[in-house]
């Protein structure tokens, strides 16, 4: 059974990056399948920030393609989020999930989500 | 790209039958069988329901179904319980080569 876990800083000052990772048990993210990052700002609805597949190929939401680099490390068995020039508007929960049915479209299972705050 | 649109609420009686829509276009809903449904309980994260419009992950309760006609897709849930109460998120691959989501959908079991 996959299980999946997101780390990483809860608070970031404005203008700086946000760096997550998310660690997978359960399964070798180097034998396939693709990987997401989906976010929710507090009271609102997902947003799709982007997926990656265990080969390193990316798909980004176009919206914030210039500011996210998705990255997989198949030694550590985890893949990480990095959003640069961050502002009050990407404070969010960001969950990590796996791409289900060998597609990036869906995901199943998510991990339990990390709050992260963009303040000074 | 703009969210899919959901109504905000729907609500029904236990045993009764619910039906929510997601409406988006040509480029998304309409162009794509790449149409995929998320439930949601608060504090908690999304489980997946319905994906490539109508297939039920394993484990999903067969009161769950889900079509697509033109640009709407729709998720239906039958013999309404309790524990259904929740919010519900529609999703579909766009034509930009992403993926997008709809607003959302409350559902309140009276």
């Known amino acids: ?120 | 790209q703009s969210a899919l649109t959901q109504p905000a609420s729907v609500s029904g009686s236990p045993g009764q039958s619910i039906t929510i829509s997601c409406t988006g276009t040509s480029s998304d809903v309409g162009g794509y069988n790449y149409v995929s449904w998320y439930q949601q309980h608060p504090g908690k994260a999304p489980k997946l329901m319905i994906y490539d419009v109508s297939n039920r992950p394993s484990g999903v309760s067969n009161r769950f179904s889900g079509s697509k006609s033109g640009n709407t897709a729709s998720l239906t849930i039958s013999g309404l319980q309790a524990e259904d109460e929740a919010d519900y998120y529609c999703s579909s691959y766009t034509s930009s080569s992403s993926l997008v989501f709809g607003g959302g959908t409350k559902l309140t079991v009276l």
């Open chain 1, 1 to 120: 059974q996959v299980q999946l876990q997101e780390s990483g800083p809860g608070l970031v000052k404005p203008s700086e990056t946000l760096s997550l990772t998310c660690a997978v048990s359960g399964y070798s993210i180097s034998s396939g399948y693709y990987w997401g990052w989906i976010r929710q700002p507090p009271g609102k609805g997902l947003e799709w920030i982007g997926s990656i597949y265990h080969s390193g190929s990316t798909y980004y939401n176009p919206s914030l393609k210039s500011r996210v680099t998705i990255s997989v490390d198949t030694s550590k068995n985890q893949f990480s989020l990095k959003l640069s020039s961050v502002t009050a508007a990407d404070t969010a929960v960001y969950y990590c999930a796996e791409g289900y049915s060998s597609s990036w479209y869906w995901f199943d299972p998510w991990g339990q989500g990390t709050l992260v705050t963009v303040s000074s």
